[in-house]
């Protein structure tokens, strides 16, 4: 009987609950298997080498990226020092730090939000995978049979984004239009280019955002016009593209 009200409890407010560290530690394992199945693929296939990738809980993300973020302010901070022709000080430091610092403070409680209502998407940033465990991947999935089922699909995602990222260096896609083209090429890259690397059967993702699939009609744009050749120089000369 105890079992049968665990069960039933689970049912009705399992959704509600956060997913257990044991699940969500077993799902991140299931993602990095998934990473190093297609990794030295998707290397062979573009000649490339992506290093090492990381997964990670979607919970690291904000504070992967602001810390990111110090990391550049206070490098441009320590650069007009010196431009300016004194030796960095105490206050060059502070500076540097205090603008991440306060957009992260900013932003806390609206990405809290967004995260926990919206279910993300797996992202990526750095080299990382990020996943996600909140309400909204939780409500009607519990399990993570849907999510399971399209693993395939968003691992290749967002190793196509390490591809980007290590073909066109520094380049900066978020700034003049460029998410949409580092978006559709992903897109592009786990439905067409990588899909002969999917076991039969894989299913690709119904519901992807409007970005990503008007991305993906750039794209096949391009490969229609030069050939599929032209999917390797994408990400470091989208701009000429535009």
Excluded: Q
């Excluded at 069960?7 to 560290?21: H, I, Q």
């Excluded at 849907?146 to 700034?175: I, M, P």
């Excluded at 744009?221 to 000369?237: C, M, N, Q, R, Y």
Aim: proline fraction near 5%; include cysteine.
């Amino acid at each position: 009987m105890l079992k049968d009200f665990y069960e039933l409890s689970k049912e009705a407010f399992g959704p509600f609950f956060p997913t257990p560290r044991k699940k969500r530690e077993e799902f991140l394992d299931r993602v990095r298997e998934k990473v190093e199945f297609y990794k030295p693929k998707i290397e062979e296939r573009c000649n490339l080498t992506l290093g090492v990738v990381k997964v990670k809980d979607n919970r690291e993300w904000r504070d992967d990226i602001f810390y990111g973020t110090n990391g550049v302010a206070w490098k441009r901070s320590i650069e007009e020092a010196w431009k300016s022709g004194r030796a960095p000080n105490r206050i060059d430091f502070m500076l540097g730090y205090s603008t991440a610092g306060m957009a992260e403070l900013i932003m806390r409680f609206p990405l809290f939000l967004y995260n926990t209502f919206s279910g993300p998407l797996m992202r990526h940033h750095n080299n990382t995978l990020y996943v996600p465990f909140y309400y909204a991947n939780r409500f009607m999935d519990i399990d993570f049979k849907r999510r399971t089922e399209l693993l395939d699909y968003s691992v290749v995602h967002e190793l196509s984004h390490s591809v980007w990222d290590e073909l066109a260096g520094n380049e900066d896609h978020l700034h003049d239009g460029g998410r949409i083209w580092f978006e559709g090429f992903a897109t592009y890259c786990a439905e067409s280019y990588f899909a002969d690397l999917y076991p039969e059967g894989t299913e690709k993702h119904s519901n992807l955002p409007k970005l990503y699939l008007n991305g993906k009609g750039k794209i096949e744009e391009l490969v229609a016009s030069h050939g599929e050749d032209i999917i390797l120089e994408i990400p470091s000369k989208w701009k000429s593209f535009k």
